[in-house]
């Protein structure tokens, strides 16, 4: 009798923490996000909570939008964020652009 009330103990244990456990693993693209401060994040939290009534089909869609952007180079689809030497490469560019104009205007005469 008592292992009956143990087994029925241990029955919705496993079932509560089953479904915290989902609620939570719904939930970590949105965890992302708003340490990332997506602009999305309001629409990728409310997708992950439509994730839960699809079965978390569009979930893994959710963790790659929630880790694309990041703060300090949003979205990563440019180049690289300029430095000081790349100032430098700048100008000897375009000192041998001027130079090359240069060469070309001499050539024509």
Known sequence: MVLDYV???L???????IFYGIIVLHDIPYEI??????????????????SLFTLHAIWPFLWIWA???REDRGWGMGGAP??????GVNK???ALEARIDELEQAGEQ
């Open 67 to 69: 880790t694309l952007y």
């Open 82 to 87: 300029a430095t000081s030497a790349d100032a």
């Open 7 to 9: 087994a029925l103990v």
């Open 33 to 50: 996000a708003e340490r990332r401060r997506h602009p999305h994040q309001d629409a990728i939290h409310v997708a992950g909570w439509i």
């Open 11 to 17: 029955l919705i244990l496993v079932a509560v923490v």
């Open 92 to 94: 000897r560019i375009a």
